[in-house]
């Protein structure tokens, strides 16, 4: 294999597994800050539990997802140095203020926040988490800016001489218009994610029937009627920011989305497929149930409306760039876009099973093994869906990097066979690919054994040891202090390594 | 002044808060296995650079990001080039940073053990590589016209490349143990006392003759003063030890390792990675830069950014300003 299709692999694998900890963290992170400030306001103990519970899950994942994050920034500049080299004065900016702005802001609050429990007083504590949090979203902004640029590249001119893009308007870029619309359907998907996550756990443990502490089933309750509403809505939200973005992406990834729908010749009226038989990619007319009209009103606003197929736009690409073939993989392109759509759809599902099941005050039953299974089996979906939504997004782009801007400037534009290292021979690929895999898959392994040991152990686990949870509402005022100094002397690490 | 060079200097800035702060954690990994025999001492150093590390982490990855965004060039250059040295340096780090998050989460020995072998591993070799990688930028690499590296596996490897690594581990250990004396209290605090001045003369003695070779080769007149300031810091962070005074101790070091990287840095400019294969080629401040816009976007953004980080960075340092000892070390308490 070349060293582009070698990198290619390296940055998917390596990309997909960093973006199941991201959405996760993203979202968890909201949540656990959400649970505090609940446990703050209401000094009501199950949300502390639930704080101290899903807080430990957070950090577990939370570790993945920033040394896996170190390797995103690297490789880059190990394996794309083209590509570096070519966006560097646009691409490199987003990438400097998330680490000015955004690192900063989570890894050093995370650190209070793991460590100042008995050292900070409680609103400063809740001050922390929420400072995390916000840093890991802002985080997940400056990079969605900078993929969208690649997708659809503004505030820049070419230079001739250079041969490189150049940035001209910085407001361009951190307002292109595809950030907008990425933005709300990457944060609606992390929420999304979490509140699986917490519903999907809080609902196995209260089927699993073992007796557990009462103030633990309370929390988990709570959890669950939580994480239903927060599916529905964040369900909505990922449905209507999602199409909102797909209609966006007609009009600026053409390509993307005529693949996407496996519209290979441009129809009036066209029809939306909803599933293929065979190889899409082969055979534009395997498509076997369609509904009518649908896809040039989802397209374009009006069921007679025109969408552009993909051998068509494959013919103005070779007029506009030369001979070549401009079309990404079509199975793929087609199939992951079903994925992400149909699995974020069951996820929202689960909550509809686990709100009919919970109605008026019912309690979710003990008898039957089959729903607990599918209760764990559900956090998958969002996390597929995630990685889907990105294989679909990245792999549609192909074979550009960056994907010329209908309404801007031609040349502004790079194939991806172009963008490699020229410095890096196969052989070095083939190591960091086979070492970046191993290690990953590896440590997947650990991070998964070491959640379920979390979960299974439950709230009371991890709560401080041999002390009385505290139930009065927190105090602001000298008291909390004044105890906060004098008995902590000996317990300084409470929640630490 | 240009911002090429403002950006120049600012990059130097990043890494040597990089090593300033980086440099003492990583000192405390390597040093778990020497001066932690046992369980709760482990925990003990580890407690010492826990709520910081990732913190610390940052300056990494805003030195690789400002070095995409303010020279692009560079950032390809050096990326691609030093590729298998990076990969083992993410390596490391993936397992480290695991590590400390794991470590403590299951109460068992070889669990335990395991993770800090990852720690030791993960301290060290960036410790080592680092220095190799910056003896290199500095001496300079092959690089053709086109900007791209064409040396083979083994080239960064050279005796120069080779003795930066035994100057940037034994500086680091040297660091960590000042801030563990600095932030512990009892036995642990005494032996890395103990073990600071049994250290010391290897990175000083190795420090002094990389510079001083540094400075021959291709050092400016006016660098011979951060060589100097140097190793005053250092001789003198030998005599703070002896005195007993720690925190003047870890100053020493930290100004040692700022003085260096002012003094490589220095006799870098205006190149940023010197071509050994024609001069012509080589990468400047010039060449290898962004476009003055985002230069002067990245300005703004970091003339606003980085005080506010560095007081809340320096705030979380206050909090976690005490001493800690075997005492303050809970029961283990994991499901």
């Given amino acids: 294999m070349d060293v582009v299709t070698l990198s290619r692999w390296q940055f998917g694998i390596t990309t997909v597994y960093h973006f199941f900890m991201v959405p996760l963290t993203i979202g968890l992170g909201l949540t656990v800050a959400w649970f505090q400030t609940k446990w703050y306001r209401t000094g009501d103990e199950s949300y502390l539990r639930l704080t101290k519970f899903f807080g430990k899950l957070f950090l577990i994942n939370f570790a993945m997802g920033v040394v896996t994050g170190i390797v995103q920034e690297f490789q880059f500049g190990m394996n794309w140095a083209s590509y570096s080299r070519f966006v560097g004065d646009v691409f490199g900016a987003p990438l400097a203020m998330e680490a000015l702005v955004a690192f900063f802001l989570e890894s050093t609050f995370l650190g209070l926040w793991i460590f100042g429990w008995d050292r900070l007083s409680p609103k400063l504590h809740l001050a922390t988490i929420w400072a995390a949090a916000i840093g890991t979203a802002l985080s997940a902004y400056f990079i969605i800016a900078a993929n969208s ?71 988990l309750h709570k959890a669950v009627r939580i994480s239903i509403y927060l599916t529905f809505a964040m369900g909505l939200l990922v449905a209507v920011s999602g199409d909102y973005q797909a209609r966006l992406m007609f009009k600026q990834q053409p390509m993307k989305m005529a693949a996407a729908e496996a519209l290979c010749e441009t129809e009036s009226g066209a029809g939306l497929s909803v599933f293929a038989v065979g190889d899409p990619g082969k055979e534009c007319d395997v498509r076997t149930l369609t509904v009518p009209k649908l896809l040039s009103f989802m397209a374009t606003g009006s069921f007679d409306g025109t969408v552009h197929g993909v051998t068509d736009l494959n013919a103005q690409y070779q007029e506009k760039f030369g001979p070549g073939d401009y079309r990404p993989n079509l199975a793929i392109t087609y199939w992951s876009f079903r994925a992400m759509v149909g699995l974020g759809a069951v996820a929202s599902f689960g909550a509809v099973v686990a709100w009919w099941l919970t109605r008026k005050g019912k309690e979710l039953p003990t008898d039957k093994p089959w729903l607990r299974h599918a209760s764990v089996a559900i956090i998958a979906t969002p996390f597929l869906a995630n990685a889907f939504g990105w294989i679909f997004t990245e792999m549609g782009r192909q074979p550009w990097v960056v994907a010329p801007n209908p309404d801007g400037l031609p040349e502004v534009r790079l194939m991806t066979r172009d963008a490699v290292s020229s410095a890096v021979s196969p052989g070095m690929a083939i190591t960091t690919l086979v070492g970046f895999t191993l290690i990953y898959a590896a440590l997947m392994v650990v991070e998964l054994k070491l959640l379920a040991r979390y979960v299974k152990a439950g709230p009371q686990a991890v709560m401080p040891p041999g002390t009385p949870p505290d139930d009065r509402p927190p105090d602001d005022d000298a008291p909390t202090t004044t105890t906060t100094t004098t008995t902590n002397e000996a317990d300084v690490l409470a929640f630490a390594y | ?118 720690i030791a591993f993960g301290s060290w070799v960036p410790s080592v590589l680092w220095g190799v ?179 809340y960075q320096a705030w979380s340092y206050w909090v976690f300003r005490k001493r800690i000892g075997t005492r303050h070390i809970p029961p283990v308490h994991v499901p």
């Fill in chain 2, 133 to 311: 990688a910056f003896a290199n930028i500095v001496a300079g690499v092959p690089i053709d016209e086109h900007g791209d590296f064409t040396g083979t596996r083994l080239t960064l490897l050279n005796p120069f490349g080779l003795l930066g690594g035994v100057v940037t581990a034994p500086l680091f250990l040297l660091h960590g143990l000042h801030f563990v004396a600095l932030k512990t209290e009892g036995e642990i605090h005494d032996e890395a006392k103990a073990m600071s001045l049994k250290v010391a003369p290897v990175p000083i003695v190795a420090g002094a003759t990389f510079l001083i070779w540094n400075q021959i080769e291709r050092g400016e007149p006016w660098t011979w003063g951060p060589v100097l300031v140097a190793a005053i810091a250092l001789v003198a962070s030998v005599l703070a030890t002896r005195a007993g005074r720690d925190g003047w101790a870890f100053v020493g070091t930290g100004l040692a390792i700022a003085a260096a990287v002012v003094a490589l840095f220095g006799s870098l400019y205006p190149d940023v990675m010197p071509s050994t294969t024609d001069p012509a080629f080589s990468l400047t401040v010039e060449n290898a830069s962004s476009t003055a816009y985002t230069l002067k976007v990245m300005t703004w953004v970091a003339v606003i950014m980085t005080p506010i980080v560095l007081v």
């Fill in chain 1, 149 to 219: 640029w690649m997708q659809h590249p503004v505030g820049v001119v070419y230079n001739q001489a250079t041969g490189r893009a150049e940035l001209v308007d910085i407001g361009a870029v951190l307002t292109n218009s595809t950030t907008l619309a990425a933005y709300p359907h990457v944060i609606a998907g992390s929420l999304l994610t979490a509140s699986v996550f917490v519903g999907g756990i809080s609902a196995w443990m209260l089927m699993r029937g073992k007796p557990m502490p009462e103030g633990d089933d309370k929390a």
């Fill in chain 2, 1 to 118: 002044m240009e911002l090429t060079t403002f950006w120049f200097l600012l990059i130097g800035v990043l890494w040597t808060g990089y090593f300033f702060l980086e440099g003492f954690d990583f000192g405390v990994g390597m040093l778990l296995h020497p001066l932690g025999r046992d369980e709760t001492r482990r925990r003990v150093l580890i407690n010492t650079i826990g709520p910081v590390w990732d913190g610390n982490e940052v300056w990494l990855l805003t030195a690789g990001g400002a070095t995409f965004a303010a020279f692009p060039n560079w950032y390809a250059t050096l990326f691609s080039g030093f590729y298998l040295a990076l990969f083992l340096i993410l390596v490391a780090l993936i397992l480290r940073g695991v590590a400390f998050e794991y470590r403590g989460k299951v109460d068992s020995d070889s669990w335990r053990r395991r993770w800090d072998l990852a």
